[in-house]
């Protein structure tokens, strides 16, 4: 090319969540049978769309309206519906013109970050979601800046650290967080929620919440909205139905607004990403329709409630299973569906290999050899039991380890998954 042109921060873009799948692919072909841990999706994992709900989305796909485009910000009486159950909420007040949807949360990301000032930094978790660390590293060219999530704490964030960073480099323009965390499974109290708006108020920052998961809490985890504590601050809450109706193909989310009018740096930042959601006209129509329909109707809390339950119930069983192994931790997760499998470094250093087909030795000899060793573990876990985990090296953390799902409705294949993981783990890492 006579120009270079390849952005920046090119290098920065990696989904590890899906990039393991490419192997898994060419491993299948080899005979191994994997079985997909990686991915968030609970319908690819054998969950029911419950038979109302579908009944809803049928309705709305037998009527024309459906088809039309929509308003550049979303739906107007979509967006009043989610506008009011904020307001109901008590806390920050919106409007309907509060509300931008987007083709699911990945876009919304994707937009929030290609359109931040590239000097302007937003300091996330780690770990981290790699959609938003690498989105963030790749909009500035850097690393993503991170605050840690204590392992030791039941991964709450760090205060001092997050404080501290944000004091001595004043490129910081935001705080991210995660609530309900993914990958962890934490679940941040509504006194550390308050913490995090209190550093961004004095230091005179904006705030985005992922609320992905905010209503799947469970285990004793409790929480708020950022719309509860976000009080004056500028602030953004991200939404999305991929994992509560659940409907992750759907590709529907969106961002709600707090205190746009009280900063006109931050409202001029949020009218750029609106003047660029019209550059594309609009997200879909129909996902968005059948939002007041499914969140406005009686069963829906129940609906939420039921799932909770399920996955509190996951949880428990994954780590009394995983627990007994000999130089793992795991927390319990308290929120999303997720659980995190941090692994002893000591332990790491002179782990053993389980037996793989040959070929899938060979094939994975060249990849294992480059690999950080949480991801050498994970591949070897993938070739010799075809269970697929995304490493945690993968989520922007020096803390070897991986993530799993809490996913699988088969309950007979969920706990053939656990067992198997926990008798592969106690060979690889016992001395
Ligand atoms: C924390 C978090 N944010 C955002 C997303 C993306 O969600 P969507 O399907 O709405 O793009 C995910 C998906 O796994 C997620 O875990």
Redesign the pocket.
């Known amino acids: 090319m006579r120009r270079n042109i390849v952005w920046e921060g090119a290098d920065q873009l990696h989904y590890e969540i899906r990039e393991i799948v490419g192997t898994a692919h060419k491993l299948e072909e080899l005979g191994v049978e994997v079985i997909y841990e990686n991915i ?1 999706d609970p319908v690819q994992k054998g969950e029911e769309i419950a038979p109302w709900i579908r009944d809803i989305i049928t309705g709305l796909a037998s009527d024309s309206k459906s088809y039309a485009y929509t308003a550049t910000e979303g739906d107007l009486n979509t967006r009043k519906f989610l506008a009011d159950l904020v307001n109901k909420r008590g806390g920050c007040e919106i409007t309907a013109n509060d509300l931008i949807f987007f083709n ?4 919304a ?1 994707s937009t929030v970050f290609a359109f931040l000032k590239r000097e302007a930094r937003v300091i996330g978790p780690s770990p981290a ?1 790699s ?2 660390s690498s989105a963030e590293a790749a909009h500035s060219g850097y690393n993503h800046m991170t605050y840690t999530l204590d392992p030791e704490k039941n991964w709450m964030p760090d205060l001092d650290d997050l404080e501290k960073k944000v004091r001595y480099n004043d490129s910081i323009a935001g705080i991210l967080l ?1 609530n309900p965390d ?1 990958p962890t499974g934490a679940v941040y109290p509504t006194e550390v929620l308050k913490q995090i708006v209190d550093i961004a108020r004095r230091y005179d920052l904006f705030v985005i919440s ?1 609320e ?2 905010a209503h799947i809490v469970y285990n004793g985890g409790k929480t708020c909205h950022l719309s509860e504590v976000i009080g004056e601050v500028p602030g953004i809450a ?1 939404r ?1 139905i ?2 509560e109706y659940p409907w ?1 193909g759907g ?1 529907c ?1 969106w961002l709600e607004v707090f205190n746009r009018h009280r900063d006109a740096n931050f409202d001029s930042f949020i009218q750029t990403l609106i003047n660029a959601k019209r550059l594309e006209v609009c997200s879909t129509t129909l996902p968005q329709l059948s939002i007041p329909l499914v969140m406005g109707d009686p069963r829906y809390i129940p609906h939420l409630e039921g799932r909770a339950a399920i996955f509190a119930e996951r949880a428990v069983e994954a780590v009394d299973i995983l627990n007994k192994v000999p130089g793992i931790r795991v927390n319990l997760p308290r929120g999303a569906f997720y659980l995190t499998v941090l692994i002893d470094p000591e332990s790491l250093t002179n782990w053993k290999t389980l037996e793989m087909p040959p070929l899938v030795e060979e094939f994975l000899r060249e990849p294992m050899s480059r690999a950080a060793p949480d991801k050498k573990l994970v591949y070897n876990l993938l070739g010799a039991t075809g269970l697929c985990t995304v490493p945690l090296s993968g989520f922007c953390t020096d803390l070897p380890g991986f993530r799993v799902t809490l996913l699988e409705n088969d309950d007979e294949k969920r706990l053939k998954i656990w067992h198997t993981l926990a008798e592969s783990l106690t060979s690889m890492l016992s001395s």
């Open positions: 968030g699911g949360l990945g876009d990301v979601y959609t938003l995660i993914n992922d992905t998961y991200m999305s991929s994992k992750p590709r989310g």
